[in-house]
């Protein structure tokens, strides 16, 4: 193990905006944008709602990009110029690249898929497409990077434990420096399957409240720039925070469905805890994962209301949407950010807090002066991941 490792940069874009900056700022304004899709058709008689990237952002990258890699490539270069690491500067470094991503690269090809099938031959631009659909590989060429690469596709907590990955590179030796995230575009695939589960509301989410009904989806990516204190020093980078603790557990109870206790979540948060040398009390707020489907809040609530019965707990989702695989990532970047900010959004959804639920999130802006926020992610499979992130000054 080789020292502490902090973060020293973060991009972001989502259905709340295209830079951090402008998604904060919507998040603590407490504006939504859900909408019903215009980049898919399905035949619904009902309007589902989800949360798109705004129209005017620029993913133009290259012709063998894909949306989830060019989401990533956009969140990638926020978080790089944040974190003052130019092309020049990474050159001749052990930069790696680990992201979390599920479905949405590859299953957006289905008409390729369905010409396929039917022996016809396929147009030469979508193959390209499939043949770069992985978003780390396309990372590390786009940016050319020369360290380890990852794409992980563990569900929705993909991102999470692409950043519990990232930190281990840095303590094991293995970089210098490494981009950690998670990017997922929208597909009709997970949209449809949520609904045949019937674990999507057709209103807007509304996570922890008495009348929810499951999830909206949404796109988008999360990056952060992960490097050793001792590099950041070095080159008298600014540390955001440091990436204290991460845990991983997995259920092993059903194919969709947590474990109703959340026992492997509390074990994965114990984990973080213990990587990070601190006890629950000394967290000074947690982001749920809050999808606002029945069975997860359930059972999340159960082991926040054990291991923290009195730390502000916020549930950002109602701002983005279930991201998938991205998710976790892009809630580590908005912890470290409150964090930063020294404040909370307001749970947008929640409005009348489900009395059956040990927790209730915060339903205004919250102030906080927190040494230390976490993040939980639950994940299809049983996936549990969590994340501790401390303030840069503690470094």
Request: aromatic share 4%; net charge negative.
């Amino acid at each position: 193990m080789t020292g502490t490792v902090c973060i020293t940069g973060l991009g972001c874009l989502c259905g709340a905006g295209g830079t951090l900056p402008e998604i904060m700022q919507s998040m603590y304004a407490g504006r939504r944008v859900p909408g019903a899709p215009t980049r898919m058709r399905c035949d619904h008689d009902v309007v589902y709602p989800v949360f798109e990237l705004p129209a005017s952002i620029d993913l133009s990258v290259d012709a063998r990009t894909n949306r989830s890699l060019a989401m990533a490539v956009v969140a990638a270069r926020e978080a790089l110029q944040q974190a003052g690491l130019t092309p020049d500067l990474l050159a001749g470094k052990r930069v790696g690249v680990c992201l979390g991503t599920s479905t949405g690269a590859s299953l957006n090809l289905l008409d390729y898929y369905a010409r396929h099938k039917a022996g016809q031959s396929g147009d030469s631009a979508e193959v390209s497409l499939w043949r770069h659909s992985n978003p780390g590989l396309g990372l590390a060429r786009i940016l050319d990077l020369n360290g380890p690469v990852q794409t992980v596709v563990n569900a929705c907590s993909s991102g999470s434990d692409a950043v519990g990955i990232a930190m281990s590179w840095l303590q094991q030796g293995l970089c210098d420096v490494v981009l950690a995230g998670g990017t997922d575009e929208l597909s009709m695939v997970p949209y449809n399957g949520f609904i045949r589960l019937m674990i999507y509301d057709s209103q807007p989410c509304r996570p922890f409240d008495a009348r929810r009904k499951g999830l909206n989806l949404g796109e988008g990516a999360g990056m952060l720039v992960l490097e050793r204190r001792s590099h950041a020093d070095q080159r008298g980078a600014a540390v955001l925070a440091v990436a204290a603790g991460f845990g991983n557990a997995a259920d092993a109870h059903h194919l969709t469905a947590p474990h109703p206790e959340g026992s492997s979540l509390r074990r994965a948060t114990e984990q973080a805890l213990a990587q990070a040398g601190i006890d629950a009390g000394q967290v000074g707020f947690i982001n749920a994962h809050g999808t606002a489907t029945p069975n997860n809040d359930q059972a999340e609530s159960k082991v926040l209301s054990q291991l923290f019965p009195h730390t502000p707990v916020v549930a950002t989702k109602g701002f983005t949407g279930h991201t998938l695989g991205a998710a976790g990532a892009i809630e580590a970047v908005f912890t470290v950010a409150a964090l930063r900010d020294g404040k909370l959004p307001a749970s947008i959804g929640c409005e009348q807090p489900d009395p059956a639920l040990q927790v209730t999130p915060v339903q205004v802006q919250t102030p906080v002066a927190a040494n230390y926020g976490l993040t939980q992610s639950l994940g299809f499979g049983g996936n549990n991941a969590v994340l501790v992130f401390g303030r840069g000054e503690q470094a």
